[in-house]
């Protein structure tokens, strides 16, 4: 079955970090560039990082520069997001996106950032 996974979220506390992991099954992640995104209750989805499938630049959303790391390991079919520094408005269900031939969508992770 072709899909995508997030894992990772998580309960932590303000300045804490967590690293979420988005999987891919059923097909191979080189030729895909890879985008998280989230969304806070009551609020629109937001791009918060990408990836590129070419030469692995990186994208962060001015609120998460320096806090936020991409990173993927295609061997490993898996995308990372090291979120370190986190602040109450992190909160959100982050999802992650593949974008090439196909596009495909994961079911999101809930990070909770609250002391």
């Known amino acids: 079955q072709v899909q995508l996974v997030e894992s990772g979220g998580d309960l932590v506390q303000p300045g804490g970090s967590l690293r979420l992991s988005c999987e891919a099954f059923g097909f191979t992640l080189d030729y895909y560039s890879i985008a998280w995104f989230r969304q806070a209750p009551g609020k629109e989805r937001e791009g918060v990082s990408c990836?590129?499938?070419?030469?692995?630049?990186?994208y962060y959303t001015d609120s998460v520069k320096g806090r936020f790391t991409i990173s993927r390991d295609n061997a490993k079919k898996t995308v990372y997001l090291q979120m370190n520094s986190l602040k109450p408005e992190d909160t959100a269900v982050y999802y992650c996106d593949a974008d090439g031939i196909y596009h495909y969508w994961g079911q999101g992770t809930q990070v909770t950032v609250s002391s």
């Open positions: 990836i590129s499938s070419r030469d692995g630049s990186t």
